[in-house]
């Protein structure tokens, strides 16, 4: 019989939807004794994960909870397979993604101070706030509070299950898309990372969207903050290392640009780094996916993937293939 380890922290409610013919095995992170298993479903945090992993035995197929797998390779080995929860993160993500992007153009988070304050006349900070950011310091009446998505130009730096449902949430705002991934594609249009440094320019709105791998870490430094245009904001909702925090830090510092992040390098963000004062700028402290529909399709999607291991057919999320 397959032995399947799931962590201790998730409800045995989850497992509802699990293949007859395993034996499930509760995997608390004090575990304190070896334990033979032959599939493991890792916690959602790694750190307990990572505590839990030196007493499990005769692994051979890893099911992570989670769309970034970056810290298991190294842990488990090369003789294990490692799938991914690749599609259980879009909506809650993508609505972050959304979220944030609105959160930045309606100036929410100074309209939340004013509101703390208590004090309506600070509303009128919001027109120099527009023309010190933007660059457009037109006279303009009645005075702008806000600004609009519709319209806007939007660069999508990653194009998988996420990318495209945040494609699809923005379609009510009739944007112009412009679609970035590892290699170019046809149909829809999709550009090469190679030509990131010649669309930076033309988008009012970055999202990023991509997993980290050696060619994404620091994706985003000093030379490409500089091509962004005045005022464009820079939406990271991927990993942290993909922007180069101390070339962010000077950008927002400067003005040119703003930022809504949900992922920090390092992180978690320590207390009194720059980051936390920068202007323009919007922090979440990477809760992107973390909604309650979380877990139930994350276990959904990895009891699909081990009917597949059961059968012997193809897995669909493998992100990493034993040797």
């Not at 009510?172 to 590892?182: D, G, I, K, N, S």
């Amino acid at each position: 019989m397959l032995r399947v380890g799931y962590p201790a922290t998730l409800s045995t409610n989850l497992l509802r939807d699990f293949p007859e013919g395993i034996e499930l095995i509760s995997l608390s992170d004090l575990l304190d004794h070896d334990i033979e298993i032959d599939v493991w479903i890792p916690d959602p945090y790694a750190t307990r994960a990572l505590k839990t992993w030196p007493h499990l035995r005769g692994v051979k197929l890893v099911l992570a909870l989670m769309a970034g797998t970056e810290w298991m390779a190294g842990a488990v080995g090369p003789n294990v397979t490692i799938c991914n929860a690749r599609g259980a993160h879009n909506i809650s993500t993508a609505e972050w993604t959304l979220s944030a992007i609105l959160t930045m153009l309606k100036y929410f988070p100074m309209y939340y101070d004013i509101q703390r304050d208590g004090l309506w006349k600070r509303r009128f900070e919001a027109p120099p706030h527009y023309a010190e950011i933007t660059g457009d310091r037109r006279p303009l009446y009645p005075p702008v509070m806000l600004e609009e998505l519709t319209g806007k130009t939007v660069l999508l730096v990653g194009y998988g299950s996420i990318g495209k449902e945040i494609e699809r949430m923005l379609e009510p705002f009739h944007v112009e898309m412009l679609r970035v991934a590892r290699s170019a594609r046809t149909e829809p249009k999709v550009h090469a990372v190679s030509e990131l440094g010649t669309l930076l320019p033309l988008a009012e709105i970055v999202v990023l969207i991509l997993p980290i791998t050696p060619e994404s870490r620091g994706l985003i430094g000093s030379s490409q903050l500089a091509l962004m245009r005045q005022g464009a904001l820079l939406v990271n909702a991927a990993r942290g290392p993909i922007v180069d925090t101390d070339a962010l830090v000077a950008a927002l510092q400067s003005g040119r640009i703003r930022a809504a992040l949900d992922v920090t390098d390092p992180e978690p963000l320590p207390e009194g780094h720059p980051l936390w004062s920068c202007p323009n700028l919007f922090i979440t402290p990477h809760i992107g996916g973390s909604s309650p529909q979380f877990a139930p399709r994350a276990m959904r999607t990895a009891a699909n993937e081990l009917r597949r291991y059961m059968r012997g057919e193809p897995l669909h999320n493998v992100v990493r293939a034993a040797v």
